[in-house]
């Protein structure tokens, strides 16, 4: 498992830094975001350190295959299964922390 030691998301994973755990097994870690947009606004991230979703997806499939069915299970638990799945992907597209991860973002009727 690769990690970057000053990353905040590995920080996070590792325990360092506090957060709300939602969901967790041996390669996937989801926390409540601080700064949520929708009512449930959860963040899935690998425990394994990728700067984003290109380099998870071209390294491991099988790992971003598995965040999707995590945010699927929160879906069916928060919201009837319904849920909007965000990857930001570079600065200019709004990716603040290099780590990948996914925004899941539902708990009622999202606006497009």
């Known amino acids: 498992m690769s990690k ?10 590792a325990g360092d830094i506090p ?23 959860v963040l899935i991230v ?3 350190h990728y700067p984003n979703v290109a380099a998870l997806a071209s390294q491991d499939a099988g790992q ?3 965040m ?14 319904e849920y909007r799945l965000v990857f930001n992907t570079g600065k200019d597209a709004g990716q603040t922390v290099f780590h990948v991860h996914a925004h899941v973002l539902t708990g009622e009727v999202l606006d497009e």
């Open 68 to 81: 999707v069915g995590v945010a699927q299970s929160i879906a069916d638990r928060e919201f009837h299964g």
């Open 64 to 66: 971003l295959a598995h």
């Open 46 to 48: 690998p425990k394994s």
């Open 4 to 13: 970057d030691n000053d990353c905040l998301f590995c920080k996070i994973i």
């Open 19 to 41: 957060s709300e755990k939602v969901y967790e097994d041996d390669t996937t870690y989801a926390f409540k975001d601080i700064n949520p947009k929708a009512k449930v606004h």
